[in-house]
């Protein structure tokens, strides 16, 4: 198998297949080459750990146990939406698949949700000016700023959003997350 980058077009999820230990000391992943990732192809021996951050179990908003069976999986399931934006998904024994593929890890991770864990990340811009006023041009081009933040769990850097949205005022979340920071 071949290490995966971002500079490598690879199908699927190529971030949440990077090779190593699962963010913040969860387990090692099982690799996932990129001609395994779809669930179509047979992948003998795929055996990912089940890994679910403990902040997760943790969490008063986090999904009960999956064998709780309590879930509406592709629907909406009281205030949470399970459906995807990619189209329906499988439910193999009552856990949910992952709709791109295989990711080396089974069970949540770190997302609160079985299923579609959706966010929503505003996108702040403004042209880059001088102090008179007048665009910065760069290579010809105008410049670009955004609005990014550093995320407190893993230091990268981010668009601020939340995620766990549902039936909820998407902009007054997000302005929360301008003003509390993003964990």
């Known amino acids: 198998m071949g ?3 971002s500079k490598t077009p690879t199908p699927g999820h ?5 090779a190593g230990n ?30 679910t951050a ?7 908003i986090a999904d009960k146990d999956i064998k709780s069976g309590e879930f509406k999986f ?3 399931d009281g205030k949470v939406d399970r459906r995807s934006f990619i189209g329906s998904y499988s439910v193999i ?3 949910p698949r992952n709709p791109v593929g295989r990711t080396g890890i089974a069970a949540r991770g770190r997302l609160r949700k079985w299923g579609p864990n959706h966010a929503a990340d505003p996108i702040v811009t403004r042209w880059k000016r001088t102090g008179t006023g007048e665009k910065v041009i760069r290579d010809e081009k105008p410049v670009l700023q955004f ?17 766990g949205l549902v039936y909820v005022d998407c902009i007054y979340q997000s302005a929360v997350v301008f003003t509390e920071g993003h964990g």
């Open 3 to 5: 290490a995966l980058s």
């Open 22 to 51: 699962y963010p913040n000391g969860g387990p090692v992943r099982f690799p996932v080459p990129d001609e395994k990732v779809s669930w179509s192809v047979e992948y003998e021996g795929y055996n990912p750990p089940e890994y």
């Open 74 to 76: 592709n629907a909406l």
């Open 147 to 163: 609005v990014s933040i550093e995320r407190k769990d893993n230091g990268e850097v981010a668009i601020p959003g939340v995620s």
């Open 93 to 95: 024994d009552g856990v």
């Open 14 to 18: 190529w971030k949440s297949r990077a």
């Open 54 to 60: 403990d902040r997760v179990l943790q969490s008063p």
